[in-house]
């Protein structure tokens, strides 16, 4: 398991770097795409700045685009710090998350977007910058305008799901209907993929045998997820 702000690296075949992290409380999962050839950083959700602008400067890096599932107060906790830092990163985020009737709720947390997706919900669309080529899916329900992210190996879930569950629907401005249809979709998707990938979860929460891992295999979670295997997923 990763420390508090530890980073686990791996290399894909192509160059792309995956790096992924965990941060904060609540165990918020971080994954960074990175392109050294292009000079390309794109992170999900970073929750702790210093500590991933640390990390970066290290090897010569600085962020260059942010990526955000939703905009829930632990998931763009990062983003003013990030953007003292780097006044110059593109941040990325779904339409539907401004949310601006629900914004100065507790649980969200603004974040100026200078780009959007718009695609509707349980599409998908290419985000391809440098040789970093992602798949973002359209999955509200827990949040409006949540996104996942995959692409290069990984599967980033934000709250959508879990290693073995899924994000809650009690929320100001979530829909249990939307979140059932979107982890219908989402289970398409993962049967799509290779099943070694990794499903990197929003949050680290304990897996069905009691441990708590920082991911999970796609293949695992198809089997054992439980909200993947709810069977009201075949009657919506
Ligand atoms: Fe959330």
Do not use: C
Not at 125 to 131: F, H, L, M
Not at 161 to 189: C, E, K, Y
């Amino acid at each position: 398991m990763l420390e508090e702000g530890e980073f686990d690296k791996t290399v894909t075949r192509n160059g792309i770097e995956v790096w992924v992290t965990q941060m904060g409380d609540y165990m918020n999962m971080n994954t960074a795409f990175i392109d050294r050839r292009n000079g390309v950083v794109a992170i999900i959700d970073p929750f702790d700045s210093v500590r991933w602008a640390e990390e970066l400067a290290r090897e010569g890096l600085k962020p260059t685009h942010l990526l955000y599932t939703h905009t829930h107060r632990d998931h763009v906790v990062g983003y003013s710090s990030m953007i003292k830092l780097n006044p110059e990163v593109e941040v990325w985020g779904h339409e539907d998350a401004r949310v601006p009737e629900l914004v100065n709720h507790v649980v969200f947390e603004r974040v100026d977007f200078t780009r959007t997706w718009k695609n509707s919900r349980n599409t998908s669309v290419e985000w391809d910058v440098g040789s970093i080529s992602l798949i973002v899916t359209h999955s509200p329900g827990h949040a409006p305008g949540h996104v996942t992210i995959h692409g290069h190996g990984v599967y980033h879930a934000g709250d959508l799901l879990f290693t073995n569950g899924m994000g809650r629907v009690d929320l100001p401005g979530s829909n249990p209907g939307d979140q059932w249809s979107s982890i219908r979709h989402a289970r398409s998707i993962l049967e799509s993929l290779p099943e070694d990938w990794r499903l990197i979860p929003g949050h680290r929460y304990g897996w069905i045998d009691g441990t708590t891992p920082d991911w999970v295999s796609i293949g695992d979670a198809l089997s054992y997820n439980y909200a993947l295997n709810d069977p009201l997923l075949d009657e919506l």
